[in-house]
């Protein structure tokens, strides 16, 4: 079991830039896989980004392509991993709840169904 916690969100003018961390303690915790989604309010969840436990990284919607790039900090010494999400050149369309969540041995193509979840930053571009 691990424990996931995002932070790093809020209030941006569109064209701007920010980074978003999500750290997940655990046991392990660099045998997750680790996915960055969103949800904003009338749409439904939708992937972003994602880090294989293995290594490599998928992108799940096209309209983040060459604006978000996401990375990765390991430390099995404290147990703990760190997601990074950086966001550049920001639209009031990426205005959403940003989630992180881990999965175990997770290669990005399952559904996240058994995945940990944290609870979420806001992140708000203004036009």
């Known amino acids: 079991q691990v424990q996931v916690v995002e932070s790093g969100g809020g209030l941006v003018q569109a064209g701007g830039s920010l980074n978003l961390s999500c750290t997940v303690s655990?046991?392990?915790?660099?045998?997750?896989?680790l996915g960055w989604f969103r949800h904003a309010p009338g749409k439904s969840r939708e992937g972003v980004l994602c880090?294989?436990?293995?290594?490599?990284?998928?992108?799940?919607?096209?309209s983040v392509k060459g604006r978000f790039t996401i990375s990765r900090d390991n430390d099995r010494e404290r147990a703990k991993s760190t997601l990074y999400l950086r966001m550049n050149s920001l639209k009031p369309e990426d205005t959403a709840m940003y989630y992180c969540?881990?999965?175990?041995?997770?290669?990005?193509?399952?559904?996240?169904?058994?995945?940990?979840w944290g609870q979420g930053t806001q992140v708000t571009v203004s036009s």
């Open positions: 880090m294989k436990w293995s290594g490599g990284s998928v992108t799940y919607t096209d």
């Open positions: 969540a881990a999965e175990w041995l997770g290669d990005c193509a399952g559904s996240w169904d058994g995945a940990y």
């Open positions: 655990g046991r392990n915790s660099d045998d997750y896989g």
